[in-house]
């Protein structure tokens, strides 16, 4: 009997203006999932799951339906098929649920993540992180119907990472500017995003893409160049913004508090309801950071939120 624990941090995927295509993870918080390999084979799946902790009982024990055992077997497929690897054994799952769900934290990239660095390190170290991101990305399908990468990609890789493109996958690593800090906040309500998809146009008008692109370019060139005002000024989204706000109460007073207490920028966390902004210090950060919480809480609805306050994370999904 072995055992091994894989962590994954959350992600903020879109990063304002790069809906789909561009996301980072953070150092913290983070979910953890333990594996144990038995040698005996399972009557049904080869992976099943012991325990889920910190969940409220809310996600499915099923395995083909809960990103992180979904994504080991798809991992356990790709073995057999692609590497000759043909797995007998049986693996039980327990997560440590960390993150809230359907946060715009990345939720369920985070235990897909995990899940695979778990695994991948289990079976020895048999793939690539770059190989585990196509699984940790069809863990997403799972989640809300859609296999967008912005957050499996960043959880598993850590850094920015952008999606040049999805088929073929090409990811291109964005190394963080060095001052560069994340302040988060969680308000507690639940927006899913498969909703928070829905709810958004199939089409835009040139206008509004070349405004979106403008803003996506500039922002990899601020981000590689340290430049902290452009990295402000291009935090700006004209498409998924303006048509999600009205899912988070208090959006533009919470978005107008982090920039007047000194955020370069501020925008939806994925899709909702979290709200992140960037700062060029950590004292900044922190003063946002407070500033959004009170935001927050003096609207109509008072809502109650966390607050995060991290650098980038440079490491992506690992071992414990
Ligand atoms: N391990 C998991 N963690 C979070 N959500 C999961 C997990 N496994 C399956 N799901 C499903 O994914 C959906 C939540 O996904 P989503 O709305 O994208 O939230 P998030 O933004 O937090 O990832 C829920 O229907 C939930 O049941
Ligand atoms: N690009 C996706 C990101 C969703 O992130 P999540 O953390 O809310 O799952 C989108 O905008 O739909």
Known sequence: MKTV????????????????????????????????????????????????????????????????????????????????????????????????????????????????????????????????VHFAIEGERVACGSAHADNAAPAMLGNFILIRSYNPLDLVTIPPPQHLYCTLAHPHIEVRTAYARSVLPRTIPLKTATEQWGNVGALVSGLLTSDYELIGRSLVDVVAEPKRAPLIPGFYDVKNAALEAGALGCSIAGSGPSVFAFSSSKETAEQVGSAMKEAFSTIEERLDADIWVSPVCHEGARTL
């Open 5 to 132: 624990t894989g962590f994954a941090s959350a992600t903020i995927g879109n990063v304002a203006c790069g809906f789909d295509v561009l996301g980072f993870a953070i150092r913290e918080p983070g979910d953890e999932v333990i594996l144990t390999l038995h040698d005996s084979e399972p009557s049904t799946s080869p992976v099943s799951i012991k325990a889920i902790h910190g969940d409220g009982g809310a996600l499915p024990k099923d395995p083909k339906k809960n990103t992180s055992s979904f994504v080991v077997l798809k991992f356990l497929e790709y073995l057999r098929t692609h590497k000759d690897i043909d797995f007998q054994g049986h693996i039980e799952l327990e997560l440590r649920k960390n993150l809230p769900l359907s946060s715009g934290m990345g939720s369920s990239a985070a235990s897909a993540a995990a899940a695979l660095a778990a695994a991948n390190e289990l079976l020895g170290s048999p793939c690539t992180k770059m190989e585990l």
